[in-house]
């Protein structure tokens, strides 16, 4: 089945600094949503993104869609201790309703 | 906004019980999920609906039954629960056609003794 491959695993960072974190598949995907899951809670939805080449921001949030269909980056400008959880990639292709899920993305922010 | 909630925010069970986990949303969404996330797997799913009294096997689904007598509802059943089963359970929901976006739920963290 289709896997992605989200990294970096964790990544551990002074207040202020920017993010950058990518999932990459060996599969098409028509559909890249990024999610963030705060400690003890479930995952929100940030950015969804439904065509390749798409740039999409959400405040501090940037997210794109790869031109090849196979990856997605997710960027975070200047970053806050708030930032504080795990970031999950997911991809849909076109059959079925289910999500393919990266492993995530821990961040970590020092202030 | 798009509410899911779950029964339980924390579970504590004995090896062999029969344990219920419960999931409403009201969205009116088709699909309903069940994912169990364990740290260094992500997020594993278990069971899918897309409709009342219909289901469908995941990627882990032994174990663990589902049931959806109504379309806002849907449970997780362990039959006999096992320590290997203490995970943190999400429930989720999404539309059957359009954006595909699925809407968490708050989690349970079942720990299973």
Redesign the interface.
């Known amino acids: 089945g289709q896997q992605l491959n989200q990294s970096p695993q964790s990544m551990f960072i002074q207040e202020g600094e920017d993010v950058s974190m990518n999932c990459t598949s060996s599969s098409i995907f028509n559909?890249w949503?990024w999610?963030k899951q705060d400690p003890?809670?479930?995952?929100?939805?940030l950015i969804?993104l439904?065509k390749a080449g798409e740039l999409t921001s959400n405040g501090r949030l940037t997210a794109q869609f790869g031109i090849t269909r196979k990856d997605s980056f997710l960027n975070i400008s200047a970053s806050i201790p708030s930032d504080v959880g795990i970031y999950?990639c997911?991809g849909?292709v076109r059959a079925g309703?289910?999500?393919t899920?990266?492993?995530?993305t821990r961040l970590m922010v020092k202030p | 906004d798009v509410k899911v909630t779950q029964s339980s925010r924390y579970l504590v069970k004995r090896t062999g019980e029969k344990v219920f986990l419960e999931c409403v949303q009201d969205m009116d969404h088709e699909n309903m999920f069940w994912y169990r996330q364990d740290p260094g797997l992500g997020l594993r799913l278990i069971y899918f609906s897309y409709d009342v009294k219909m289901k469908e096997k995941g990627d882990i689904p032994e174990g663990y039954s589902v049931s959806r007598e109504k379309k806002e509802r849907f449970s997780l059943i362990l039959e006999s629960a096992s320590t290997n089963q203490t995970s943190m359970y999400l429930c989720a929901s999404s539309f059957y056609t359009g954006t595909y976006e699925q809407y968490f739920g708050p989690g349970t963290r079942l720990t299973v003794t």
């Open positions: 559909t949503l999610y003890g809670e479930g995952p929100v939805l969804a439904y999950f997911a849909h309703n289910m999500l899920f990266g492993g995530g």
